[in-house]
C-alpha cells in the first residue's frame, strides 16, 4: 500500500515524476545508458540542466529580469555560508524564526556584523515578530520564509533598501509572491522539487562583486553563473527530479493553481485542529504554515492510541520535532488533498472514541 507521506524532508514527490526519474536510472533518452552514467557536460544533461534553470525562473516570475538560477549542491546550510560570503562586508540583519534562521546567523558572523532585528525565541519560535524595525547600512537583510519545525510562515515580507535574502527551502513553489521583491532566494530541493543533493540558488546578479574579500571558487556565486552551474560536476539525479517536478507543476498550472491547493489542505487540517477537543495547535494562528502545521494532543495519554490509528491508515512521518514534540504534518506540494483527508478522519475517529 502507498503511504500518505507526511515526512518533513525529504518530501513527497508527484508519482508521474517518481516513475519517470526511475526509468531514466535505468535507460535515460533511449540511449542504452542511465541518467546516472552518462557525463554531466553530454547534450542531453546539459539540457536538463538549462531546462531546469529555465523553468525555475518561468515558475517565479523572474525570466529576464536580471536574475540567475542556480542548481548547487551542500543545501541550505552551505548556503548559510555562502549568502554571507558573497554579500557580507560590513554589516547584516537577520529576522529569527527558528532553528534555521538560528543556523544561518552563527554562519553569517564569521564574516561580519550580525544585527538581529526581530526574535521570536522568547515563545520557542511559536510567532513570527511583525515589530521590528531594519537598521540604515545593512549588506542585505535575511530571512526564513517558512520554519518546518515550529509550523511558522512569514505572510507579509518588510520593505526596506536593504538587499533582501530569503531561505525558502520548505515553502519554494507552494504560494504566489512578488519574487522580484527577493535579491537571492535558496531552497534545499528536498521539501517541494527532489531528492536530497541539489539546492536551488536564484541570484539577482547586480547584487553581486560588491566585497572586499577574495572568494573560494567553489564559495563563489559569480564562477557558478558563468559556468552555467556546471563549474563541478553537479548532482544528476537531483536536478533532473528537480526538472520533472517543475514540468508538473508548470503542467499543473504554476504556482497560483498549486497555492489553491495548498490552502484547501492547510484550512482542512487547521479546522479539524481547532475544532477537535482532542488536539491544540502549537504556531500562532495568524503565523501558521501552509505547508506544515504542528499540533499536540491535549492528553498525552492518547499517545499510543493515536499512533496506532495513524499508522494503521498508512499515515508515514507525523512526529514532530524533537525540539517541539507532538504532531507535524508536512503538506508539500505533491501530497494530495486525499491524504489530508485520511489524517483528519483518524483525528475525528480518535474523539469519537474518546
Not at 503542467?251 to 477537535?276: F, H, M, P, T
Not at 477537543?277 to 506544515?292: H, I, L, Y
Not at 492510541?305 to 517541539?324: L, P, Q, W, Y
Amino acid at each position: 500500500m502507498k503511504k500518505h507521506n507526511f515526512s518533513a524532508g525529504p518530501c513527497v514527490l508527484p508519482q508521474e515524476v517518481l516513475l519517470k526519474a526511475s526509468e531514466a536510472v535505468m535507460d535515460f533518452n533511449g540511449s542504452g545508458l542511465s541518467l546516472i552514467e552518462i557525463s554531466h557536460r553530454s547534450k542531453d544533461f546539459v539540457e536538463v540542466m538549462e531546462k531546469a534553470r529555465s523553468l525555475a525562473l518561468e515558475l517565479l516570475g523572474l525570466e529576464n529580469k536580471g536574475y540567475q538560477a542556480l542548481f548547487l549542491q551542500g543545501g541550505a546550510s552551505t548556503q548559510f555560508l555562502m549568502t554571507a560570503y558573497n554579500l557580507l562586508e560590513t554589516k547584516a540583519g537577520y529576522l529569527n524564526t527558528g532553528t534555521w534562521s538560528s543556523k544561518a546567523i552563527k554562519e553569517a558572523q564569521f564574516f561580519g556584523e550580525v544585527v538581529e532585528v526581530g526574535s521570536s525565541k522568547d515563545g520557542n519560535f511559536n510567532y513570527v515578530p511583525k515589530d521590528y524595525t531594519v537598521p540604515e547600512g545593512l549588506d542585505y537583510l535575511h530571512l526564513t520564509s517558512n520554519n518546518t519545525i515550529f509550523g511558522t510562515q512569514i505572510k507579509q515580507f518588510p520593505k526596506t533598501d536593504a538587499p533582501l535574502v530569503c531561505d525558502m527551502s520548505s515553502d519554494i513553489f507552494s504560494r504566489q509572491l512578488d519574487f522580484s521583491q527577493f535579491d537571492l532566494i535558496y531552497a534545499g530541493a528536498q521539501k517541494n522539487m527532489g531528492p536530497a543533493g541539489a539546492t536551488l540558488v536564484v541570484i539577482k546578479e547586480d547584487i553581486l562583486g560588491k566585497v572586499s574579500r577574495q572568494i573560494p571558487s567553489m564559495l563563489d556565486y559569480q564562477v557558478h553563473i558563468s559556468k552555467d552551474s556546471m563549474f563541478n560536476t553537479p548532482p544528476v539525479f537531483a536536478v533532473y527530479t528537480s526538472m520533472l517536478t517543475l514540468e508538473w507543476l508548470k503542467n499543473l498550472g504554476g504556482i497560483s493553481a498549486i497555492e489553491e491547493i495548498n490552502e484547501k489542505k492547510a484550512q482542512l487540517v487547521y479546522s479539524e485542529i481547532d475544532l477537535n477537543p482532542m488536539f491544540k495547535g502549537f504556531a500562532n494562528k495568524e503565523d501558521r504554515s501552509t505547508m506544515n502545521a504542528t499540533f499536540n494532543l491535549v492528553d498525552e495519554k492518547l499517545k499510543d492510541t493515536f499512533d496506532t490509528m495513524v499508522k494503521e491508515a498508512g499515515i508515514n512521518g507525523i512526529n514532530g520535532h524533537r525540539s517541539v514534540g507532538g504532531y507535524r504534518a508536512s503538506m508539500y506540494n505533491a501530497l494530495s488533498l486525499e491524504s489530508v483527508g485520511v489524517l483528519v478522519d483518524v483525528m475525528s475517529e480518535l474523539e469519537r472514541k474518546g
